[in-house]
């Protein structure tokens, strides 16, 4: 007897398949239909997006983007309104004017302050120059000042042998006399500055120039405080060694300007009252 010869399904998906396929493509086109007919409620998406507008300041300087904004919503013809929607952020013309007014007076004030200062130094330099005039110190003090000190300098060979820092006893009149012209400014604040030449030292008592510097200072600082009236507080004195020249050290004359030490008297407007 013969075998009953088994039957194979056809290929591709069931025939049921395909009808459901064709189904959900006609409901999803009816949707679509349905939704394009539909009318959207502007007030309710307006209020949802200015809920965001407050919620996470995604919008500023007044433009929500649905309905009349500033700046978006209207669309390019608002660009005209760039000016008004700059100065609704704060950033207006008239408060960069007023910082600029604000700078402006600022400056003035300091230029002014600049001029009073210097206007002071100026008086107090020829009150100490003829106080130098009448002691007969006017070929050996050099008398500058700037906006907020007079400076009196004293050549370093008149106080000072080679390499030492001992007063000398014939520049002790001199002191003593400077010391005069200080007192009268003992409420001001004094600073003493000792400074070298360039040439290096082949041993003795200090290591350098700066040590030096600052040796010489302190001796003129001691001095002053035996002889005079004035109060240790006010008076400031460092060593600044060959570092701050006034003339060339190529050359001997140069060398002698260097080694000097420098008495400047703030005064009473200066920055440092």
């Known amino acids: 007897m013969a075998k009953r010869k088994e039957e194979t399904p056809p290929p591709g998906s069931p025939a049921w398949m395909a009808t459901f396929g064709d189904l959900m493509n006609l409901l999803l086109c009816f949707y679509v239909l349905l939704f394009s007919m539909s009318t959207i409620d502007a007030d309710k998406l307006k209020a949802i997006a200015e809920s965001f507008s407050q919620t996470f300041s995604i919008f500023t300087g007044g433009a929500t ?4 904004g500033m700046l ?3 669309g390019v013809s ?3 309104e760039l000016d008004e929607y700059i100065n609704s952020t704060g950033k207006t013309a008239d408060k960069e004017g007023e910082e600029f007014e604000e700078f402006d007076a600022v400056a003035e004030a300091l230029k002014q302050m600049e001029a009073e200062q ?5 008086q107090l330099a020829e009150k100490i120059e003829e106080s130098v005039v009448e002691n007969k110190l006017d070929g050996v003090i050099d008398i500058d000042f700037t906006s907020q000190y007079v400076e009196l300098t004293l050549k370093g060979a008149l106080l000072f042998d080679s390499g030492r820092a001992e007063i000398r006893s014939d520049a002790e009149p001199v002191l003593d006399k400077v010391g005069v012209i200080l007192d009268r400014y003992a409420g001001n604040v004094i600073e003493i500055e000792g400074h070298t030449d360039n040439v290096p030292f082949n041993g003795g008592r200090y290591a350098d120039n700066s040590e030096l510097s600052c040796a010489r200072a302190l001796s003129v600082f001691n001095y002053f405080l035996d002889t005079t009236n004035l109060d240790p507080a006010m008076i400031k004195y460092a060593g600044r060694g060959e570092y701050v020249p006034v003339a ?3 050359t001997e004359e140069g060398r002698a300007k260097n080694r000097r030490v420098v ?3 703030y005064h009473d407007l200066s920055n440092y009252q």
């Open 118 to 122: 210097l206007a002071e130094a100026e």
């Open 78 to 80: 608002q660009l005209n």
């Open 65 to 68: 983007a649905i309905g009349d």
């Open 248 to 250: 060339d050290n190529s």
């Open 72 to 74: 978006v919503s209207n």
């Open 263 to 265: 008495i400047r008297i």
